[in-house]
């Protein structure tokens, strides 16, 4: 892709957004799982459990892997579309600023408060909106299951590599 080329930002990108800008962020926390993601995640007992699974390295390498797949899958089968990665995360990072205060206030009154906090889902929702943006390419999708737990009021805190499911607050 040469650099004169304009690189258009697709249409499962916005849709995707629409999603984000429509959840109610944390209105769920601590509460029961909804039937939507009990196959495939387990919940936490406490923010203090929460937020200690947030610092964990475990869900950190478990979300770089997450994003390390969508960059391979790229990188092996359509070369090109790698490089509109960094444009892609841009949009979402500049969209996602409309959406920090009522992230913000979320993670507050869910008690998971702190700067790794915000970082975790500011990170898990641009890896969403990126991988969004790349669907017409049969990525890997697995980002975009945290925004279906973001959608039901929970948040994503923790991987248990035993068991193969999401930990969620």
Known sequence: MSRSQVIAIPPTFFRTAERVRRIDWGKSAGLSLSPAIARFCTPVESSQR???LLQDDEWETWSLGLQSALMMHLN?????LRHSWNLFAAQA???LKACEPAIVAALDRSGL?????????CWDVVGALVC?????????????????VYEVGHFPVGWNAEKRCMLVY
């Open 50 to 52: 929460a937020l200690a």
């Open 76 to 80: 092996k089968i359509h070369h090109p």
């Open 93 to 95: 990072k500049q969209m």
């Open 113 to 121: 408060t702190g700067k790794v906090a915000l970082d975790t889902v």
């Open 132 to 148: 969004s943006a790349y669907l017409d390419r049969k990525p890997p999708t697995d980002m975009l299951r945290l925004l279906d």
